[in-house]
């Protein structure tokens, strides 16, 4: 009787638990449902209201236009891009803080890894422009030795590079995890087996911290493709993501249901992307723990 009482009161405490949860989940699946019924109205430009009528009217102008269709390819190759460059940056920086016996050098690293997030997005965009703008730190030391002034920015390399400079210490804290799960000694008995150290990183450091690289570059990517501000400052109207369109028919427009089909084509297509990615990195984690 003791025991079925406690296995009910741990059950109990797991629901209420799970409770803050459920409730962030259920109101944004609400706040999902409410802009996928906005993006089946269309804007009466009269009084500008959303019409009672469902139509797929605002998807159609979607797929007429030509911006939004080259904006969006523009955001997955934004997003791909930087999602290689970071976690191609992050994963040396794990390794070494993971491996290094320096107490001084581990502190260090982990200082130079936390003090981005004391620095918000937008001064971090602005630090970018003053160093690399048109009269920027940059431009002027090339000016005083004589060369001419690059555009270094307002391009998608820009924006590219503003975005794995911002989200580099998020992939590096997701690796960390992944990287300590792979023991010292498997690299050792690779090395002691004869394999040069690329090698050895790309037969068994690789695979054992597959999960930590699938994660980080889910979440590298899953920010990347939403995000306003890099695209925004960096891009200087040059380079726009999605976001930048979905912020521009709101409040510029002042057009809802264009936006929030916008906000629906954004959602299905990183779904469409990231779902696959997930199951199939779940289905090959279960066959090595097999």
């Known amino acids: 009787m003791r025991l079925s009482r406690i296995s ?5 405490r797991g629901f209420v638990l799970l409770l803050p949860a459920v409730l962030v989940v259920g109101l944004l699946a609400i706040g999902l449902l409410i802009v996928a019924d906005n993006s089946l109205r269309t804007l009466d430009r009269a009084t500008f209201r959303l019409g009672d009528t469902y139509s797929l009217a605002n998807y159609a102008a979607l ?9 969006i ?3 997955f190759a934004g997003a791909f891009a930087t999602t290689l460059v970071t976690v191609a940056l992050a994963l040396p920086y794990a390794y070494v803080l993971v491996r290094t016996r320096s107490p001084v050098r581990r502190r260090l690293l982990l200082f130079c890894l936390f003090m981005p997030f004391f620095i918000g997005q937008v001064v971090r965009a602005y630090s970018w422009i003053i160093v690399f703008g048109r009269h920027g730190v940059v431009n002027a030391t090339l000016g005083a030795f004589g060369g001419e002034p690059v555009v270094w920015l307002y391009n998608l390399g820009a924006v590219v590079f503003g975005l794995s400079q911002y989200l580099l210490p998020t992939a590096v804290l997701l690796l960390i995890p992944a990287l300590v799960a792979v023991s010292q000694d498997h690299e050792d008995a690779s090395t002691n087996l004869g394999a ?3 090698a050895t990183l790309w037969h068994v450091v690789l695979p054992m911290a597959r999960p930590g690289l699938i994660a980080a570059s889910v979440v590298v990517f899953a920010i990347s493709f939403t ?3 890099m695209p925004a400052m960096m891009g200087g109207g040059r380079a726009d993501f999605v976001a930048n369109l979905i912020y521009g028919a709101f409040l510029e427009l002042s057009d809802p249901g264009l936006g929030s089909a916008l906000a629906i084509v954004v959602v299905a297509l990183a779904s469409l992307l990231l779902i696959p990615v997930l199951l199939v990195s779940r289905s090959k984690t279960s066959e090595a723990a097999r």
């Open 63 to 71: 797929m007429a236009t030509r911006l939004y269709s080259t904006t």
């Open 73 to 75: 390819w523009r955001t």
């Open 196 to 198: 040069h150290w690329l």
């Open 227 to 229: 995000d306003f501000a």
């Open 8 to 12: 009910a009161d741990r059950r109990i």
